[in-house]
């Protein structure tokens, strides 16, 4: 779906809530009664930013993805092939079994919400809310939600440093290749880790240090070769697909090469500091995680973790996410890590 495509099927939602306090906001209203928020209406979106000026890599990586809304819809795409292509990532699938079926889930930096669009569909009783500071990209998301009817996740149009959520008032929170498109990966991880509840999952997708070297690679190769950068089709497995098109694929190319704003993201210094925000660890993606997502597993140590971002690193040279590995992590019950400045506990 382009972005023109975007602006055609977009009505204001009379069932909308407040991201912050969850409570219903009437059609048109543009403060909610319960915790003050303001937004301005955009068809479905709330828009918590409005016109305010926006700091200046904020704006300059809004403008990247006004341009190229991450990720793509394919053209026909409607609720059964966003059901279907999301099952056979054994990701989402997993994600999926694990989110309860009337639970609650945030997104952060959902783009077009493909993900949480997805886990809206497979489970009508869940609610969900999206958060991306994009205005085109939620405009996408905000078509096809009204196109195919999904009346559970409300999107918001909010920045990642100053989220309108309520801290630790969700009990899965996502945010997949966000963090490392930020000036400040770290803060933006305590930020986004700020609003799982005690005992809930984060499942935070980035750029791995050495997870992306291949890409690294192809995207040096890709510079050599002009500018904007030109990537060689060949070595990218993405590009080589026959079952993609070309705007999806444009998009890839204009996401993994001539992306403003990228940094990437050693795992031991990502989960030491999740550790001091009060999480423990679960598991990481790769590896596939079969039925139990948010189920622990054992500590890999500091030798089998660099045993398993070798074999990311190999396994990167065909990898569709380019290095992109998650960690999921749970908030401990007890007492909460110092760095959320937040020091009553539960
Ligand atoms: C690569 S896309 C990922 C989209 C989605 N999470 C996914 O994996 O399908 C990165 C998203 O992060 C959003 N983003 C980057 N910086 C942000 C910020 N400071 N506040 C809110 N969203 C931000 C961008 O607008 C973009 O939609
Ligand atoms: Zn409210």
């Not at 009379?14 to 306090?21: L, V």
């Not at 937004?39 to 918590?48: A, H, Y």
């Not at 959902?110 to 999206?130: I, S």
């Not at 089998?304 to 749970?330: C, K």
Request: charged letters at 25%; one cysteine or more; glycine letters at 10%.
């Amino acid at each position: 779906m382009s972005v023109s495509d975007a602006t055609t099927a977009r009505a204001v939602r009379a069932d909308a809530w407040c991201p912050r306090c969850i409570q219903a906001v009437a059609a048109h209203e543009e403060t909610c009664t319960g915790c003050d928020l303001g937004f301005l209406r955009d068809g479905g979106i709330l828009d918590v930013i409005g016109h305010r000026q926006r700091e200046s890599r904020a704006a300059e990586v809004e403008d990247f993805y006004t341009d190229s809304p991450f990720p793509g819809y394919a053209p026909g795409d409607t609720a059964a092939t966003l059901l279907d292509r999301s099952r056979r990532s054994s990701f989402l699938a997993a994600l999926d079994a694990a989110v309860p079926a009337g639970g609650r889930f945030l997104s952060v930096g959902c783009g077009t919400a493909q993900v949480p669009a997805f886990l809206a569909l497979a489970g009508p009783h869940r609610r969900g809310t999206g958060v991306d500071g994009c205005r085109a990209s939620l405009r996408v998301a905000d078509a096809f939600a009204s196109r195919v009817g999904i009346g559970n996740l409300q999107l918001v149009r909010g920045d990642l440093f100053d989220l309108p959520i309520e801290p630790r008032s969700y009990d899965v929170v996502s945010c997949r290749g966000v963090v490392h498109h930020t000036p400040e990966p770290w803060r933006a991880i305590d930020c986004v880790a700020r609003c799982v509840a005690p005992g809930g999952v984060l499942l935070l997708g980035y750029y791995e240090t050495i997870g992306r070297a291949w890409h690294g690679v192809r995207q040096v190769i890709a510079r050599l070769r002009g500018k904007p950068a030109r990537p060689i089709w060949a070595l990218d497995s993405v590009l080589r697909r026959r079952d993609l098109d070309a705007e999806k694929k444009r998009i890839w190319i204009e996401d993994q090469y001539r992306h403003p704003l990228e940094r990437w993201l050693p795992t031991p210094r990502t989960l030491k500091h999740l550790d001091g925000l009060g999480f423990e660890w679960v598991r990481s993606v790769p590896p596939s995680p079969g039925g139990t997502l948010f189920e622990a597993t054992t500590d890999p140590g500091a030798f089998g973790l660099w045993r398993r971002r070798v074999g990311w690193m190999i396994a990167g040279i065909n990898d569709p996410d380019a290095g992109l590995v998650f960690v999921v992590v749970r908030r401990r019950q007890g007492a909460l890590g110092n760095k959320l400045g937040n020091k009553e506990s539960t």
